[in-house]
């Protein structure tokens, strides 16, 4: 469990490094600390972590998702979950990237019959 200290001390400086990074407005600036930020592995994580995100909009199914950019299913699911919240910031921050979520309908046959 984390201590009251350390919750503290992300929440700060998460919210901080957020409006710094909005006021950036120079993605090649944004784009060059990340990766100064990051380590290649912990970049490759969150890049591949906006890719599943951005195919979850698109209607990709999880399987699918998992196999071309070697995820787990967990994280994906977690994302979708995410995703399906109507304000998500998942949703929001597609929105910005002009990217349109698909409302997937479920395939599976009903067990009821007609």
Do not use: H
Request: proline fraction near 4%; glycine fraction near 4%.
């Amino acid at each position: 469990m984390k201590r009251t200290e350390d919750i503290d001390l992300i929440a700060r400086n998460l919210r901080e490094m957020s409006v710094t990074l909005a006021a950036a407005r120079d993605p090649r600036l944004i784009e060059e600390f990340l990766y100064s930020l990051f380590t290649k592995s912990e970049a490759d994580e969150i890049a591949k972590r906006w890719a599943l995100v951005k195919d979850l909009a698109s209607g990709i199914p999880q399987r699918q998702i998992a196999q071309n950019l070697g995820l787990s299913l967990c994280k994906i699911t977690r994302g979708s979950r995410e995703l399906k919240k109507p304000e998500s910031a998942f949703r929001r921050m597609l929105q910005i990237a002009g990217i349109q979520v698909s409302e997937r309908k479920k395939t599976r046959a009903s067990s009821k019959p007609d």
